[in-house]
Structure formats: structure tokens, C-alpha cells
């Protein structure tokens, strides 16, 4: 089977705008979590996807945004890009969500750099 | 306080020698995760556990949920080993499991 994959891989960016960073999770997951890594802050939890609905979310401003197809993949939006956004964001896919925790694969990441 | 600590934040070690790194949690947790990265970032997850002990080649993985706390053992190190370990916990509410809390992670550099 395919690994979790994300696109792109990296990616140089303005502040102020915005950004869209996709996963497609291993075929049969249903369950896409995002993180963010920072060097300062380590990994932190984003938001988690199941089923096209949005199942947690991380404590993050409204400037970072998610969505799920009916295909499982995913995409996380970021708008009004800050310096401080700038981290390498790294998708997850499980089998399920919810009930007895399941082990998450990771995608290789997409490293943003907002300048 | 971080709700995932972990110990030592540096290793150096030779090549043959046993390592063991530790985590600490304060949240209710119904697994717990150690990961492993290498230089260039991607994860790769080693156990997800829960209760008692886990295997997998020269790695060894414990949990003792009653006093809140994980060691991560490896045998025989290798300069291949090199890489960031990291502990992770799902906590027991919310009845999600995507929501990982992650320690800050032991880098390990071991010497030929």
C-alpha cells in the first residue's frame, strides 16, 4: 500500500497570504489528523477529520482551516499567513477514529517558510 | 508544566551501548505513542501501547500506567538509530484519538 502522501512538499510563501497544503491518506483511512512543528513549540496538535467532519481541533486561530472529501483526503488552509506560521506541517492518517485509539501513520511533510 | 515530559532532551551514545529513554505524562491517557524522526522530518511510528510491554527487534517499549510513565529501550545501539524519539499520549476524552500530545523529544546521537 501507498504511504500517506502530502503536496506539495515545500513551499515559500509572503505574509499575508494564503495557503492550501493537501494529504491523501493510506488507501482505507478514514481518520486525517493535522500537526504543525515548530522548533520552538515541538509538535502540536492541528485538527483531526473523520468522515468529512471535523472531529477535535487544536488550540489555533481561525486563520487555520481544514476539510475532508468523501475520498479521505484532506486539505488545510491557511490564511493571513504570519511569520510565525512558518513550520513544517505533517498530516496523519488511521484506520478509525474515535473508541480504541489506532496507530497513525505520517505523511513526510510540507515545509512552509513564510517570509 | 508540559503534560508529556520526557528525559534526557540529548543522548550520545556508542555504538553496542543500551539506551533508555523515559516519559513522563499528567494527562489520563488511553495510549501512548513513541515516534521516531529522522533529519528531514518524517515520522515513523514504533509502539502504541497501552499496557505492559511491546517488541520489535532491538527496540523495547514499557508503560506503567499507574505511576504515569513509558521507557523506551534500545539494545545493541547503532549510528542508524540516530534520530529524534518522541512520546506521544491520546488522551481518554473527547472520543477522539487524533489528538496527540507530544513530548518535546530525545534526540539520540550514536557514535561509531
Redesign the interface.
Known amino acids: 500500500k501507498a504511504g500517506v502522501t502530502q503536496t506539495p512538499r515545500y513551499l515559500i510563501k509572503t505574509r499575508g497570504q494564503q495557503v492550501t497544503l493537501s494529504c491523501s491518506p493510506i488507501s482505507g483511512h478514514r481518520?486525517?489528523?493535522w500537526?504543525q512543528?515548530t522548533p520552538g513549540q515541538?509538535?502540536?496538535?492541528l485538527f483531526?477529520y473523520?468522515s468529512e467532519t471535523q472531529?477535535?481541533k487544536?488550540n489555533f486561530p481561525g486563520r487555520f482551516s481544514g476539510r475532508q472529501f468523501s475520498n479521505s483526503r484532506s486539505e488545510m488552509n491557511v490564511s493571513t499567513l504570519e511569520l510565525g506560521d512558518s513550520a513544517?506541517y505533517?498530516c496523519?492518517s488511521?484506520l478509525l477514529?474515535?473508541?480504541?485509539?489506532?496507530?497513525?501513520?505520517?505523511g513526510?511533510?510540507t515545509?512552509l517558510t513564510v517570509t | 508544566k508540559n503534560e508529556v515530559e520526557q528525559s534526557p532532551q540529548n543522548l550520545t551514545a556508542q555504538e553496542g551501548e543500551f539506551i533508555t529513554i523515559n516519559c513522563s505524562y499528567s494527562v489520563g491517557i488511553?495510549?501512548l505513542?513513541w515516534?521516531q524522526q529522522h533529519p528531514?522530518?518524517?515520522?515513523?511510528?514504533l509502539f502504541?501501547l497501552?499496557s505492559g510491554k511491546k517488541k520489535h527487534g532491538r527496540l523495547i517499549a514499557t508503560i506503567n500506567i499507574q505511576e504515569k510513565h513509558s521507557s523506551l529501550h534500545i539494545t545493541a545501539s547503532h549510528p542508524r538509530d540516530s534520530a529524534v524519539y518522541?512520546c506521544?499520549v491520546?488522551t481518554n476524552y473527547?472520543?477522539?484519538?487524533?489528538?496527540?500530545?507530544?513530548?518535546?523529544?530525545t534526540k539520540l546521537s550514536v557514535k561509531p
Open positions: 481518520s486525517v489528523s500537526y512543528q515541538g509538535l502540536q496538535f483531526e473523520f472531529r477535535n487544536g513544517l505533517l496523519a488511521s477514529a474515535g473508541g480504541s485509539p489506532y496507530e497513525q501513520y505520517f513526510p511533510g515545509r | 488511553s495510549a505513542h515516534l528531514g522530518g518524517g515520522i515513523v511510528s502504541m497501552s518522541i506521544a491520546t473527547g472520543g477522539s484519538q487524533g489528538n496527540l500530545i507530544f513530548g518535546k523529544g
